[in-house]
């Protein structure tokens, strides 16, 4: 039996079946920059990074020198009783980086959920104001608030009911297909419409906390919206009292170009969460915003006791450090151009793709049968990604027939060039 097949059984005999969405049998046992090493020997290239965790790529060596020398010095004392200097200095750096002009404070925790989560208590707090409004197919994550406003899979809400009162959903301004089987996408106005006439009808707007987006809608489907929505929608929610947040958590911190994803769409947001590529892979996530919203909630309204950790801190300065130095911030930018560039000459081979869409290092590549219908082929997707995983790609599809491509900010122009020779061999295939 090769080592990776005898580390899966072992991990199939004990690892519960719920906290994995079943994939590839890879066993990942060493990796660097954009590559990773399996657990006999193969390499691939990384174009999902972890799910967006890992931006700065793998293992890379700021980081890793901040993380050792942390260690030595103290591993963790909880930020709910003392002080420790890497936790204020990460905060003013997230004030700092993060946009909006105005005074800004931080709170922060250990994943992209519990930030979710922190949402509604902030908001709700505030506000004075019960209901949130989050998006359909929106992921938001696994604890009750979180997946309360999670919109996407019957299988993370099954059994598990009943979920947090007060979470209305509307549909995200998808600029490829329109609402339930429309093929055209809808104009700004018309889909905004939806959720205003849900407040003249049912879900009066006074009692409304907060709308909360992602931007790039991810797993979704790497979903852009139409031009001028979000803009709209803010404008909307300041008109009412309504705060505007934004889950950056996967779209955040360099992936689309920019330290927030909400600065392509010229908006300012009341509160900006950010996790997974936060502390280049270790568990951290933050809410920032207005710091008369943060400081909304009672003591002690929002403690873990092993947030704020100072390694997971000194990772999170190290990575914004290696996101300034080495200009990441421009390197999404450019070699997600190259790149939709590079998708977008196979758009004129292969009529199975039906859209190329994202912004910097987000990209989704939507399979169809036809493009007139836009209809999904997601079997063609898992076709796709399959044998780009043989070929040593590592990249999987969302949404059904969404291809996902995040590769970590720092791949290089020969492993993008590898990519789409790759992927060029795999679509031939697919086409014959
Ligand atoms: N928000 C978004 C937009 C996400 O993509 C995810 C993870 N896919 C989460 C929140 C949840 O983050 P975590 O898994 O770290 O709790």
Redesign the pocket.
Known sequence: MSKSKEIIAKDKQYYATSGRIPYYPLVIDHAKGAQIIDADGKKYIDLLAS?SALNVGHAPDRVVAAIKEQTDKMIHYTPAYMYHQPVADLAEKLAEISPGNFTKKVAFGL???DA?DAIIKFARAYTGRQNIVSFEQA????TFG?LSMSAISLGMRQKIGPLLPGIYHIPYPDAYRGLYGETEPRSAEGYLQVFKSMTENYLPKEEIAAVVV?TIQ??GGLLEPVPGYFRALADFCHANGILFAV?D??QGLGRTGTWSSIEHFDVEADLIIY??SLAGGLPL?AVVGRAEIMDGLQIPGHVFTTAANPVCCQAALATIQTIEEDNLLQASTDKGAYAKKAFTDLVNKYDFIGDVRGIGLSIGVDIVSDRQSKSKDSQAALKICNRAYEKGLLMIAVAGSVLRFQPPLVISYEELDQTFTILDEVFTELAN
């Open positions: 799910a994943s992209g959920s979710n992921y938001h994550g696994s979180s992602e991810g797993d889950d958590v996967q996790g997974k996530s």
